[in-house]
């Protein structure tokens, strides 16, 4: 027994991360079937010891499939996420097209699972950018306790958040500066992003912040609480996976570093290393492959009557993307489309 599960975007690099992780869950499958562009059709993607072939995304019927998990571009999604939401199959979509509508929840199942409910109102769930679902999975708790005024984020973005073009971009420019002594010209990001880092991430909108920027503000409110200020800075560093962060947090209520570790500890999706000591703490290079959200650098901010530096990576093909449209998919399964 189990549910019919199309991955829309399977031959891309976080469709195949949601592949991975359906088979790691070991998510109770009857069914799978692997979508992509006509392009890839024909190609072969692996689901746990299982090879699956491609298929075209731009003709396949939804009719009778349980849940599709897209891992496609916005336009992509707005072509065909509705055709499959029509057939009666919930969506949970990957991309940025649906994030900020009203009526579509944005969800991070550690943080607001319930929000899964409003998948009725279209058939369709949004999963939030890879930035914002590891940060307020570690927010969400201390929220809880001493409400959050004010957050302050740096961001330490990797490459592969801008797709294989990317990724391969920065293989290819360090190579050829590494062993070759030549420069590579930068095609994928606006500069080159071997052995240097780029403060621009989307576009850029008129009052000067970046769209990845906004995202984060828009994301965080409408997941976390519409009440919290949220100022970003993104930033894409030369980091093949794993997202970091360095976040400022500015509470209502006294919450001292003590006491925010030990809640942290005991928080669904998170794993604290915070030694004072060399290597005391995890890197993005530390993260790759893992569930988790790790927490590390946790301290009093001493500017402000009660706040907390701390810092914070995650892998973000998979909590930031992949994980947490199956953790949504696993929530739907317990919820609303129980096996019978």
């Not at 965080?220 to 519409?226: G, M």
């Not at 970003?232 to 947090?249: D, K, L, Q, W």
Request: charged residues 25%.
């Amino acid at each position: 027994m189990g549910y019919r599960i199309a991955v829309a975007g399977a031959t891309g690099n976080v469709g195949r991360e949601m592949l991975a992780i359906l088979a790691e869950r070991h998510y109770p499958v009857a069914e799978i079937v692997a979508l992509a562009s006509s392009r890839s059709v024909g190609d072969e993607v692996a689901f746990g010891s299982r090879e699956l072939t491609v298929r075209n995304l731009e003709e396949f019927d939804f009719s009778g499939w349980d849940i599709a998990l897209f891992a496609v571009g916005a336009a992509a999604t707005e072509a065909h996420a509705p055709r499959a939401a029509a057939a009666g199959c919930i969506v949970i979509d990957n991309s940025s097209r649906y994030r900020y509508d009203d009526e579509i929840p944005l969800v991070v199942p550690e943080v607001n699972a319930d929000a899964i409910t409003g998948y009725a109102n279209h058939n369709i769930i949004a999963n939030p950018n890879c930035s914002t679902a590891q940060m307020v999975v570690v927010l969400k708790p201390l929220h809880d306790r001493a409400r959050i005024r004010r957050i302050v984020v740096s961001t330490y973005q990797s490459v592969s958040g801008a797709g294989k073009a990317a990724m391969d971009e920065l293989w290819n420019q360090t190579k050829s500066l590494y062993v070759q002594g030549q420069p590579v010209e930068p095609q994928a990001f606006p500069c080159r992003i071997a052995f240097n880092v780029i403060p621009h991430i989307d576009k850029f909108l008129e009052d000067g912040s970046t769209k990845e920027e906004w995202k984060m503000v828009a994301e965080t409110k409408k997941i976390l609480d519409q009440s919290i200020e949220v100022s970003a800075t993104c930033v894409r560093v030369p980091v093949f996976v794993g997202h970091s962060e360095a976040i400022n947090v500015e509470f209502e209520e006294p919450l001292d570093a003590d006491e925010a570790r030990d809640i942290l500890r005991q928080s669904p999706g998170i794993i604290v290393m915070d030694r004072r000591e060399d290597a005391g703490y995890m890197t993005p290079m530390d993260c790759i492959g893992e569930y988790a959200t790790f927490v590390s650098r946790i301290r009093r901010d001493t500017t402000v009557p009660s706040g907390l530096n701390l810092w914070c990576v995650a892998d973000n093909l998979r909590k930031g993307a992949a994980l947490n449209a199956v953790q949504i998919a696993e929530v739907l399964g317990r919820r609303v489309l129980r096996l019978e």
